[in-house]
């Protein structure tokens, strides 16, 4: 079934084409990309002219004339040019110096009672916090949140937008928000078109996640990335015993993880089960029973879907 962005809808050549004629600037020119690709047109009522009347759909309008309508419903009701940060903790920090470096106009981070005055607010707060921290704005601004794993509806009836880098943010360090993936969402183009914005000043990867798909993932996310850190932390501890600090391992899962990137997981594997090495891991088994033995169920699951790895390669 052809979808939203399906092959009836504009090229980038079309837009640019569509930019000159229109004298569009360049940020214009995204946006109207934007809300074409993602099948907003079809959303917005049609345009007054007699042609247009016969379509069903804004996607098989004449470009020009879908471009100016589409741009004028954004000059009545513009991009919000001012952004409140609310949670003042790892991302809500992060991202307030990394908007204000792009010379956003960025209000916070705020902590809790601090009312917001900006265009839109952006909620950096713990997901079961994330309804409170929304009935709490007035009415008017755009609120977002930064929740991978929710959906738009617990900002209702605010138009609301999602923004959720997929990246993890210490409580130290500046993240490196530049190249990663970023789920935007908006319950309108408008509010969309905002949280690529929002991404796009960063230099992160806008890409969209359906409502019923955001559990998996940011399990994925949370696979990927927390029980990375997990798994690290007990080959630290079980290596420790042997005298071997962390920094000794690192080079080890930097590496192991740029192979992953580029090869995928069957062809990055290495190590004794690739090779088939039983032996080895029997004695590996042995070990860790006796050294670090609450580690051992660990141990046990990871070799087994390890196996399968091979067994499917
Ligand atoms: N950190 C990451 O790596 C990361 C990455 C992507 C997305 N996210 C998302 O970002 C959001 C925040 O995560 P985080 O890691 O930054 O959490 P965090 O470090 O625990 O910070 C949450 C902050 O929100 C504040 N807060 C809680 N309820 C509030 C309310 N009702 N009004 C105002 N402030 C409130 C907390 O203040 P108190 O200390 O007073 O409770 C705290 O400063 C979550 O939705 C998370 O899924 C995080």
Redesign the pocket.
Known sequence: MAGPEDHRLPGRGQLRAARADLRLPPDRLELLATLLRRGHAATIPPAPAASVRRCRSLRVYPLEETSRYLMRELDRNPLPRSCAI???????TALAAAFRATGLDVEGP???GTPPHADAVLL????G??A??AA?VPPGPLVG????A?GLDVLAPHEAFGL??L?????EGAPPFAGAGCAVAGSTPRAEAFARDLAQRLGMRATTVADEDRAAYHAAASIASNFLVTLEGAAERLAATAGVERGLLAPLVRAAVENWARLGAQHALTGPIARGDETTVARQRAAVAERTPDLLPLFDALADATRALVLVA
Do not use: K, N, Q, Y
């Open positions: 609310v949670g003042a903790g790892r991302l809500g705020l902590g809790r950096c707060v713990p997901d916090e994330i409170a921290a709490a949140h930064c929740s991978g929710t959720h880098p990246m993890t943010v210490p409580a």
